[in-house]
């Protein structure tokens, strides 16, 4: 089954600072990637997602992630954090397990901006 | 156009009790995942109604279950709760299949707690 590995659990930046947040994954066949936002008590948020084309896939509220197939990662990045990024961040991708298309998230890590 | 809605926003119920939630979907989605979100965990897949009809489920047991009506709004329903079962259920809709590429829109979730 494809699945995504997300290796921290929480990363702190200081504000203004860039962040990046990790994520790998394992897929046969070509991979179609996510990321989603969580803040307190809220579902979750779409941000960007890579399917095919361009390596760097810019999405919402300044946020990009870049995709590299011979290290199988997709690590999300912003050139400068704020304090309102803080949040729980989950990768995701495309699984066809069992003949059918769905999605399986990462484990998900936190965020943690600080002023 | 509306977002993606649920019912109720929190929900208390015995172990053995049965439980119905409720989402409305996005406006023009025929889609609609439901999820499980544990305490620190990810969002992990129960099933996906496509079109009225299940399309893929995840490791869950047949006390699951659930339906999408033809104007695209859908109900999970647990029978015979578990403490294990206590969690945030999300549903989210999508414009076609998850797994196909389309970004899914989440609702705010309903918290369930069994005691």
């Known amino acids: 089954a494809q699945s995504v590995a997300q290796p921290e659990d929480q990363v702190n930046v200081a504000e203004g600072n860039p962040l990046t947040v990790k994520c790998t994954y394992s897929?046969?066949?070509?991979?179609?990637l996510f990321w989603y936002v969580q803040y307190p008590n809220r579902g979750l948020q779409f941000l960007l997602k890579?399917?095919?084309?361009?390596?760097l896939v810019k999405g919402s509220y300044g946020f990009e992630a870049e995709f590299n197939k011979s290290q199988t990662s997709f690590h999300l990045k912003k050139p400068s954090a704020l304090v309102s990024d803080s949040a729980l961040y989950f990768c995701?991708?495309?699984?066809?397990?069992?003949?059918?298309?769905?999605?399986?998230f990462g484990t998900g890590t936190k965020l943690q901006v600080i002023p | 156009e509306t977002g993606v809605t649920q019912s109720p926003t929190h929900l208390i119920k015995t172990r053995g009790q049965q439980v119905t939630l409720r989402c409305s979907s996005q406006s023009g989605h025929n889609t609609v995942s439901w999820y499980q979100q544990a305490l620190g965990q990810g969002p992990q897949f129960i099933f996906q109604y496509y079109r009225e009809e299940e399309n893929g489920r995840g490791n869950f047991p047949p006390r699951f279950s659930g339906l999408q009506f033809p104007n695209y709004s859908s109900e999970l329903n647990v029978n015979a709760l578990e403490l294990d079962d206590s969690a945030l259920y999300l549903c989210a809709s999508s414009p076609g299949l998850a797994g196909v590429g389309v970004e899914q829109y989440f609702g705010p979730g309903t918290r369930l707690t069994v005691t």
């Open positions: 890579y399917i095919t084309g361009d390596n």
């Open positions: 897929v046969s066949g070509n991979p179609y």
């Open positions: 995701a991708v495309r699984d066809m397990a069992g003949g059918y298309q769905k999605v399986t």
